[in-house]
């Protein structure tokens, strides 16, 4: 069974860090990619970025590219999203998403992911 667990949000300061995890079970994380997204209240989901696990490549929102980092562990099956220079924009639940490479298209398109987590909360206070 594939399995996705998010942790590592909580409530920071701006200008503060953070790093989430995503824990995947159930697959093996080298033929997948993993995506973040991001839903505020009132506001549409966001892709805020992705990364191919095979090759590494990563992908960034525009609104937080230079500021959010992802990477992977495959050992530990595990992907990170280190979130620096947190602004209260960044408020929100972030998810981790799964999708097979060999179907994977549109890194930001939250329809392309066939497997989600339950989210982590993450508040930013100015």
């Known amino acids: 069974e594939v399995q996705l667990v998010e942790s590592g949000g909580g409530l920071v300061q701006a200008g503060g860090s953070l790093r989430l995890s995503c824990a995947a079970s159930?697959?093996?994380?080298?033929?997948?990619?993993i995506g973040w997204f991001r839903r505020a209240p009132g506001k549409e989901r966001e892709g805020v970025g992705s990364?191919?696990?095979?090759?590494?490549?990563?992908y960034y929102a525009n609104s937080v590219q230079g500021r959010f980092t992802i990477s992977s562990d495959n050992a530990k099956n595990t992907v990170y999203l280190q979130m620096n220079s947190l602004e209260p924009e960044d408020t929100a639940v972030y998810y981790c998403?799964?999708?097979?490479?060999?179907?994977?298209?549109?890194?930001?398109?939250?329809?392309?992911?066939?497997?989600w987590g339950q989210g982590t909360q993450v508040t930013i206070s100015s």
């Open positions: 998403a799964a999708e097979p490479l060999q179907s994977w298209q549109f890194w930001d398109s939250w329809i392309e992911y066939d497997y």
């Open positions: 990364i191919n696990n095979s090759d590494g490549s990563t």
């Open positions: 159930g697959f093996t994380l080298g033929d997948y990619a």
